[in-house]
């Protein structure tokens, strides 16, 4: 093992102390209950089933599941680098959720002065967290904790800004977070590792191999995710139909994308095996690209096709696109999140802008205008009278056709992609900064580096191949 010092030893605690110290204060001065969660709101006409918490507390559990021990086993499949994979996934999730409270409930919760917490807070905050775990896994190995913190930092910001925009001006429908959270994240992530590019990893690194444990604990991550992918995507759906078509096109997509993940590994491996990184990877694309549609009246077998695409896509950006971007255009994507989240994405984008120009009231019904809100007649419409008659408490809309509603969710694309890429580069001129103690080429995908390691944590696997007559088994 090597012997140095991370100049960690001052830098991270200061940093880590005043961010708490800040967080107190803000919370202190800016945070308060919401009607939900708040004592003086309660009487005994209150009925306590009637709470929000038991609607959306079973899914803030389903993606907790997923930030800390989903990615946080995914991120851990280099053979040396176990510690930094799920730890640094444990610090900068902490640090994010805390931090996006404040910021988002300053665009999406506050009113009177006050952000007012609830449980959706925290699914919105763990949503926020996904983002920068996801962009993450773009420079994982290659960064100091520190680092990762600052990335946060600005991150979580420039990612609440953009969601707010879009949300309130250009009005998509965007129920499982491909264009906000998948296509943000994927984005971001690339403009860091562009600007953090490093010349002496171009041909790869001595380290950067996994291991028989790494990877079988990599392999548990995704299973995490793929078994609390439905609620994922569905936490944020309207309560009834929309969340339950959400649940369904979410594991059928899953199964699609496994299982073509399983068939492609077998053909593009020339001794016909099966990759351990296509299993930790692909076999998620399904929850991604069914994300855009993912409430709407797409149909089963759309779901599964979506599933198939996403698959297929993934795993060719996978075996030619990361090393042509690595090579041709200086992006060492380290996790491939531009296979997982931003093809994907892509595609999901696609099928999301097929799924509202064909939506009508023929199948829909009067539903149409609860789920696509932005379609829903003006105020004063006599049409908004008559749904308003079916459908008690139908909001009035904007009168959008559903080619304008189309057009919207191509601008908020775009719109996306660039203001992600350029929040990226600007972070990434930040984090190298030589005071934010990044780790040397050498000590890149080593845990060496930040821990205190057991003496054998480098030591080479040995296991014995041959098997005594006596022992073998006819």
Known sequence: MKSGTTGLRLKLPTFVLIAQVAFVVLYAAFVTYDDQSDAKFQNNESNPMDNAVYKDYPFFADIQVMIFLGFGCLLAFFRLYGFGGMVFNFLVATFSIQWAILVQGYFQFSHDGKIHLGVMNLINAEFACAVVLISVGAVLGKTSPLQLLVMALLEVPIFAVTEWAVLEYLRINDAGGSILIHI???????GVTFVLYRPALKEGHAKETTGYQSDMLSVMGTLFLWVFWPSFNSALTL???DQ??????TFIGLCASTLTAFALSAMLNKNGKLSMADVQNVTLAGGVTVGASVDMMISPAAAYALGMMGCTACMIGYKYLSPLLARRFRIQDQCGIHNLHGLTGLI???AGICAILTASE????PSLYEIFTHRAP??????LLDLQVLIP???PGLGRTAREQALFQVAALFSTIAVSALGGVLTGLVLKLPMLAPPSDDMCFDDDWFFEVPPDYDSPVKVQHSVSGEDSVV
């Open 184 to 190: 943000f994240a994927c984005y971001f992530g690339l």
């Open 239 to 241: 309560k009834g139909d």
């Open 244 to 249: 339950h078509r959400a649940i369904i096109h």
């Open 348 to 350: 999901s984008c696609a």
């Open 362 to 365: 023929d199948v829909y019904g």
């Open 378 to 383: 003006v105020e004063g419409d006599p049409k």
């Open 393 to 395: 408490g139908l909001q």
